[in-house]
């Protein structure tokens, strides 16, 4: 017999998921990517989509993040700011508890948002040992700020960068950017990076950069001991539902606190 305890729970959540569904779609706050930007670092971090992570029953979105390539995408319906969170298993003395996952949050990213728009962004993730978190840079990847078939240039070098593309040149000023566009018939795929002493110039890198319909891109040229270095980041064109967190719902059923007897009965009704 299924208790009186158990039939409320049933009716509520049923009819909490029923108002859900029949209410409009909400759209995400944010689409986001994330990459970590020292070589060889990786951060297995979470996140709430909803940012109710003070709530037992949160749906809570785990993350993978490495160094060589953008993180997949993710969503997040929240307020700001959105927080992140490292996870570690907690042993009970108590047997009759489970172990349950302590959260420290590592760090956050603040944004504003505009009613009806959902903003897009790739964040840099920066260790701070000191503090024994994570920094963020965002940089945002609107499609007015970085359209397709298109690739952005940003500058960390103490001096002037001169860039061949193609037939496209330009100059880069330190801490500047600059765009270039994937152009039909283009003689060369590869970016040219000279510098420039005593008048002369001097090809100091060339790489192989490759956008499309499909495909933008973003690039820091830095210096590494007296040399220059290139970071390249893709971002590929993905339908937002098929995003982490995507059409999540805040809450997650528990059916680890329900009496043992009834917990056949619920995972039958569903």
């Not at 009613?115 to 499609?143: H, T, V, W």
Request: proline share 6%; hydrophobic share 35%.
């Amino acid at each position: 017999m299924i208790s009186s305890h158990l039939l409320f729970f049933l009716f509520s959540f049923t009819l909490y998921l029923s108002l859900f569904a029949q209410s409009p779609s909400p759209k995400p706050s944010l689409v986001l990517q994330a990459v970590c930007w020292d070589r060889f670092a990786s951060k297995n971090i979470c996140y709430f989509p909803w940012g109710n992570y003070e709530e037992e029953n949160a749906t809570k979105i785990n993350l993978d993040i490495g160094f060589s390539s953008p993180s997949y995408p993710f969503v997040y319906y929240g307020k700001s700011p959105l927080k992140f969170f490292e996870q570690e298993s907690v042993e009970l003395p108590d047997l009759s508890e489970r172990n349950k996952t302590k959260l420290t949050q590592v760090g956050e990213f603040t944004f504003n948002t505009t009613r009806g728009i959902i903003s897009d962004f790739l964040l840099l993730l920066l260790e701070d040992k000191q503090n024994a978190a994570i920094k963020m840079y965002p940089i945002s990847l609107m499609q007015e700020n970085l359209p397709y078939e298109t690739f952005n240039c940003y500058s960390q070098y103490k001096e002037n960068l001169y860039l061949a593309y193609g037939e496209q040149k330009q100059v880069l000023a330190p801490g500047k950017s600059v765009r270039f566009k994937n152009m039909e018939n283009q003689t060369s795929s590869e970016i040219r990076v000279f510098t420039r002493n005593d008048g002369k110039y001097t090809e100091a890198l060339k790489e192989y950069v490759k956008v499309s319909q499909d495909r933008r891109g973003i690039i820091f040229f830095s210096p590494y001991r007296n040399r220059l270095k290139m970071k390249r980041y893709y971002i590929n064109r993905s339908p937002i539902e098929e995003a982490l967190g995507y059409g999540a719902l805040p809450s997650k059923v528990q059916p680890g606190n329900i009496p043992d007897d009834n917990k056949s009965v619920l995972q039958n009704s569903f």
